[in-house]
């Protein structure tokens, strides 16, 4: 999910046309390559999954069970078998309609996207890290109370060329491809500079833009890759139109109706640009410019919070780090390193002029995704601070280790999760130099667990009062339940289905609702006797409406996004 390399020219650089397996759909084996067109535009003979509440048959693009998964690493859950969660995908591509226990609201109408790294070895190779694998997207279509479901490999060009040469062919996050000799190797480095061996493996997230795009994305800028979320083809790459160059972007840019927004880092001259692009063009424009105040480069922005006027940037202590990256095999931070004598520091820019309007000092902190933020207000109407929240680490660098997938799989029961806690970060707006940083509530409220969390869209960068996420009930290895949390009360609900591993609880509004919780929470479970099935939780209540079980077991995804039908 995380790369880092050195700012160059604008990256446009494709591969050529590769021959493909019998596996692939047949847009790939006419011979693949990808649109090079600024602005990607639907087709119109896509296949319409929408039906009617009715209960005859379903035709399926691809009626055939999956086949069996090959052979993967040894590894248990305690118990025997490895789990589900942790194996690759059992084949390219699947679809078709879910028996559903319960039942699904009729307001429910459109696809479910979740991303994730699917597929973590190639050939006999078997990947280390859980941030390595192959980007699988998951769609779950609800239409008229019922459920079509399937997945797709994303045909990036780092897939293709592995597939083709059996081999990894680009730098993922801890994977380096093996150089057969020095001029190689040295070969492979020039590569590295220009941004051509970095990976466009999109396994991270994936977003609907203003315009209807949607597009899976990961930290390189040429993993911005376009899929149709009916058919989940792989369309093309989002090739950016402007010349501000740079090879890496924030995996979670801020996406909304009206404007996209996201951090560049700058590794020569450190600090980061703030850039935003409109609705039906590939043109990001520079609101500002944020300089670090510390450390030998910028802070990991693996996503960042907003507000209603301010765009917040956060300077962590576990920086990019070059000479972790020219190495051939992965250091314990793999691309980064703590620089805890740095500092960290959060930067408060308007979204208007560019100004900073607050750069403070904080408390060492570690996070991969922040939750929200908002602006606090005194009794007159005037901002007095910035609330930040995120799934925080408490400043501990060993969750990126504990992530490997040796330790994932090799579960035996003890309790080996890191600690983590909702981090509250309050950013002072009258020039004092320091902020705060403290739980927001109690972190046994949700088993010192916390990270995968989502909010009602509509209170993006509004003060709020309900989040989901991903808890812990220890022991466990890996967050294990899905967690409502309640800001006001300070307490948290939490479901839990022993031995399974959920994926990020996502939250979908119902249209028309006045409570900031009217809707569901959808989410994916991976079985520890290796099955799955996707999951519908009242977003008031956290109580389960309802659940149809896939006819294999999912690995386990990452992140996701809601593509409204009408």
């Known amino acids: 999910m995380a790369f880092t390399s050195f700012p160059s020219i604008k990256n446009s650089i494709l591969m050529p046309t590769m021959a493909v397996s019998d596996g692939m759909s047949d847009n790939l084996r006419n011979g693949f390559s990808f649109r090079n067109s600024s602005i990607y ?9 929408t039906i009617v509440n009715v209960a005859s048959p379903l035709p399926l693009s691809v009626p055939q069970p999956p086949s069996p998964p ?10 025997g078998q490895q789990h589900v969660a942790w194996t690759s995908i059992p084949q390219e591509r699947w679809e078709g309609e879910l028996h559903v226990q319960g039942q699904i609201p009729l307001w429910l109408n459109g696809i479910y996207l979740r991303n994730g790294p699917g597929m973590w070895h190639i050939g006999d190779y078997h990947f280390r890290h859980l941030f390595d694998g192959y980007a699988t997207v998951v769609k779950l279509h609800f239409t008229n109370g019922r459920l079509i479901a399937g997945h797709r490999q994303i045909e990036s060009e780092a897939y293709q060329a592995a597939k083709v040469n059996q081999k990894i062919c680009y730098r993922e996050f801890s994977e380096v491809p093996k150089a057969a000799n020095i001029l190689s190797y040295v070969g492979e480095l020039v590569n590295l500079f220009s941004g051509a061996s970095l990976t466009d493996n999109a396994n ?102 907003v507000t209603e006027h301010y765009v917040v940037v956060p300077e962590m202590p576990l920086r990019y780090c070059a000479q972790n990256l020219l190495k051939a095999e992965p250091t314990p931070l793999y691309k980064f390193q703590w620089h805890p004598d740095s500092k960290a520091f959060m930067h ?58 040796q330790n994932l799989r090799s579960f035996n029961g003890e309790d080996v999760l890191p600690d983590a806690r909702v981090g509250r970060f309050r950013i002072p707006l009258d020039g004092s130099p320091y902020g705060k940083l403290e739980a927001a509530l109690d972190p046994k409220e949700h088993g010192k667990g916390m990270d995968m969390c989502s909010i009602n869209p509509n209170y993006l960068g509004k003060k709020y009062r309900y989040a989901y996420a991903c808890g812990a009930q220890r022991p466990c290895n890996f967050p294990n339940t899905l967690t409502k949390l309640d800001f006001e009360l300070k307490r948290a609900t939490n479901w839990h289905d022993e031995g399974a591993v959920p994926s990020e609880p996502f939250f979908v509004a119902r249209p028309g609702a006045t409570e900031e919780d009217g809707g569901v929470v959808i989410s994916i479970i991976s079985e520890k006797n290796g099955g799955g099935y996707a999951l519908l939780l009242d977003g008031s209540t956290f109580q389960e409406i309802a659940r149809a079980k896939f006819p294999y077991g999912l690995p386990y995804g990452l992140h996701g996004c809601w593509v409204p039908k009408e």
């Not at 880092?265 to 990001?284: A, F, H, S």
Request: some cysteine.
């Open 70 to 79: 090959s052979k993967e690493p040894s590894g248990t859950t305690g118990g």
């Open 348 to 405: 408060v820019m308007c979204k208007t002029s560019g100004n900073i309007v607050a750069s403070v000092e904080v408390p060492l902190f570690v996070t991969f995704h922040f939750i929200n933020a908002y602006e606090e207000e005194d009794k007159d109407g005037r901002v007095t601070a910035v609330i930040v929240d995120c799934c925080e680490h408490n400043a501990d660098t060993t969750i990126l280790d504990k992530l490997r997938l």
């Open 41 to 49: 535009k639907r087709q119109q003979n896509i296949k319409d999954l």
């Open 204 to 305: 991270t997230g994936v977003v609907k833009l203003g315009d209807g795009r949607v597009v899976c994305l990961t930290e390189t800028q040429k993993g911005s890759i376009v899929i149709d979320p009916d058919t989940l083809d792989t369309i093309g790459k989002l090739e950016y139109s402007d010349s501000l160059g740079g090879l890496i972007h924030s995996a979670h840019p801020i996406v909304t109706d009206t404007e996209f927004l996201t951090l560049l880092p700058d590794l020569i001259k450190p600090g980061y640009l703030v850039v935003r692009m409109e609705p039906g063009t590939n043109e990001r424009r520079v609101i500002g410019r944020v300089d670090c105040r510390g450390g030998p480069a910028p802070g990991w922005v693996h996503s960042f919070p």
